[in-house]
T-cell receptor, first 114, second 114 residues
Framework: GNSVTQMEGPVTLSEEAFLTINCTYT??????LFWYVQYPGEGLQLLLK?????DKGSNKGFEATYRKETTSFHLEKGSVQVSDSAVYFC?????????????FGQGTRLTINP | NAGVTQTPKFQVLKTGQSMTLQCAQD?????MSWYRQDPGMGLRLIHY???????DQGEVPNGYNVSRSTTEDFPLRLLSAAPSQTSVYFC?????????????FGPGTRLTVL
């Protein structure tokens, strides 16, 4: 079945460092790809998405490009802030019995130190 | 708009007790779903609904029941709680079934079964 693999955490960086969180997927067809973020004590919220190959999703300084050839959707940010500390989930859309569901990676906990 | 709301935020049950986790959305979304979040496993789909009166199972449905009598509400019932159901539960909704659609998550219910 379809699956998502994220780099293992936790990841700890200093403020203004460059961030990469790796995400690769296995899927039949061409699913949409998502990054969701979960801040402490809150539910998940969409950070960015890409719906077809070579699309780049971006939001709040984060970017990710849908790479079909490497089946990847790595999350990047050029200069992280303390407020970016959260758990990040890579996900793909899948069809189960005719309905859409999200298949999630295991999540990567990011901590940014001042 | 309140978005997706969930109650309670925290709950402790004893083995064998029953309870209902509430979920409501005010965005007129047709599609609603329940996920559970366990450490190191991302989120897994429990049940979903594509509209009022229509529900179906996800990948981990055992021990849970759902119903959808209105567009707004999608309660999740635990009939006889077990320690393996200790988890954080998230309700989500989206406008359509399309794989490109964003799902909106509630803040979660943290359940502990003793």
């Amino acid at each position: 079945g379809n699956s998502v693999t994220q780099m293992e955490g936790p990841v700890t960086l200093s403020e203004e460092a460059f961030l990469t969180i790796n995400c690769t997927y296995t899927a039949t067809g061409y699913p949409s790809l998502f990054w969701y973020v979960q801040y402490p004590g809150e539910g998940l919220q969409l950070l960015l998405k890409a719906t077809k190959a070579d699309d780049k999703g971006s939001n709040k300084g984060f970017e990710a490009t849908y790479r079909k050839e490497t089946t990847s959707f790595h999350l990047e940010k050029g200069s992280v802030q303390v407020s970016d500390s959260a758990v990040y989930f890579c996900a793909l859309s899948d069809q189960v019995q005719g309905a859409q569901k999200l298949v999630f990676g295991q999540g990567t906990r990011l901590t940014i130190n001042p | 708009n309140a978005g997706v709301t969930q109650t309670p935020k925290f709950q402790v049950l004893k083995t064998g007790q029953s309870m209902t986790l509430q979920c409501a959305q005010d965005m007129n979304h047709e599609y609603m779903s329940w996920y559970r979040q366990d450490p190191g496993m991302g989120l897994r789909l429990i049940h979903y609904s594509v509209g009022a009166g229509i529900t179906d199972q996800g990948e981990v449905p055992n021990g849970y029941n759902v119903s959808r009598s209105t567009t707004e509400d999608f309660p999740l019932r635990l009939l006889s709680a077990a320690p393996s159901q200790t988890s954080v539960y998230f309700c989500a909704s989206s406008y359509r079934l399309a794989g490109t659609d964003t799902q909106y998550f509630g803040p979660g219910t943290r359940l502990t079964v003793l």
